[in-house]
């Protein structure tokens, strides 16, 4: 498979505790946890890892915000 860019990562604590730990993946599909604002990584434990990306569409297909053009109103 490709890299996905723009992917949010959620490692959710498998016991319910407080602190998940999130990213967004890069454009080669890497990411960085951090729990806390201050702090890179998660707090160690058993987690649940899920990933997604939300995209727009037209008529049911993907469009590529890169290639969307911005129109301006007069």
Same mark, same amino acid.
Do not use: C, I, W
């Given at each position: ?12 604590? &498998? +016991?319910?505790? $407080? ?5 967004? #993946? +890069? ?5 960085? @946890?951090? &729990? ?9 434990? &058993? ?9 727009? #569409?037209?008529?049911?297909?993907? $469009? +590529?915000?890169?290639?969307?053009? @911005?129109?301006?109103?007069?």
């Amino acid at each position: 498979g490709e890299p996905v860019e723009g992917a949010s990562v959620v490692f959710a604590p &498998a +016991d319910g505790a $407080q602190y998940p730990a999130n990213a967004l #993946t +890069d454009s080669g599909g890497r990411f960085e @946890l951090a &729990a806390f604002p201050s702090k890179e990584g998660a707090v160690p434990g &058993a987690y649940k890892v899920s990933m997604s990306k939300t995209m727009e #569409t037209h008529n049911g297909v993907p $469009q +590529d915000p890169k290639k969307q053009k @911005l129109v301006e109103a007069d």
